[in-house]
């Protein structure tokens, strides 16, 4: 059973413009969501976090919006960069838990095109 | 000055051969982690240990057995390897506390077993 899901394989958007991944989740007990980003042969590497205490987190060019009551979150990027040509990962957790275990989703392949 | 290295980076081997994969992080993080990555991309936690202590054992085959001999390492041997083990295997580790969620990836190994 998926809890997260990134539903869209990937994404191509233009140098400049804004990308706009998405990510759902089904279990209602997560309070913490996670974006990671991954280029080809290596690990991922955090990106940006949000607690379900707030709606909204930003860093730079990413902002990551949250919807509790959609269990819904999606990764802003503005502007896109080629650099920014990855996997994004959505991962989420239970705050408080003690294993520190995240559920990841399958990723959606972001291509930012010059 | 690697933070989370993994090696070997590739390995092939037969069906029914004995494997071990590598893990050190020199970031003084206390958890650390394996993942399996397969072929729908998921990326699913596998093991995790804090302090040398295992605290996430998900349902994995008992021909998989971590072992950290330190703080620093955690090693993953795998008995009677399948043709389902096939898979991408990432080792992350994390610091105590509130960071513990943002976990720091090493580059994964890739295992093919033919």
């Known amino acids: 059973d998926q809890q997260v899901k990134q539903n869209s394989p990937s994404l191509s958007v233009q140098e400049g413009r804004i990308s706009i991944l998405n990510c759902d989740y089904t279990n209602s007990m997560f309070d913490y969501f996670l974006w990671y980003k991954k280029y080809p042969a290596e690990g991922p590497t955090f990106l940006i976090s949000?607690?379900?205490?707030?709606d909204k987190n930003e860093d730079g060019r990413f902002t990551v919006f949250l919807n509790k009551s959609a269990k819904h979150l999606s990764l802003h990027i503005v502007p896109s960069q080629p650099g920014d040509s990855a996997v994004y990962f959505c991962a989420a957790t239970f705050l408080g838990g003690s294993n520190y275990k995240l559920t990841f989703g399958k990723g959606t392949l972001l291509t930012v095109n010059p | 000055d690697t933070a989370v290295s993994q090696t070997p980076k590739y390995l092939v081997t037969q069906m029914g051969n004995d494997k071990s994969i590598k893990c050190e992080q020199n970031?003084?993080?206390?958890?650390m982690y394996w993942y399996k990555q397969d072929s729908k991309k998921f990326l699913k936690i596998m093991f995790s240990?804090?302090?040398?202590?295992?605290?996430i054992n998900e349902t994995v085959p008992n021909r998989f057995s971590p072992k950290s001999p330190d703080k620093a390492h955690l090693n993953l041997h795998i008995n009677s390897l399948e043709l389902g083990d096939s898979a991408v295997y990432f080792c992350?580790?994390?610091?105590?506390?509130?960071?513990?969620?943002?976990?720091?990836f090493g580059p994964g190994t890739r295992l093919t077993v033919t």
């Open positions: 992350a580790s994390s610091p105590r506390g509130a960071l513990s969620y943002e976990q720091y």
């Open positions: 949000i607690s379900s205490i707030k």
């Open positions: 970031l003084g993080h206390d958890t």
């Open positions: 240990y804090n302090n040398k202590e295992l605290i």
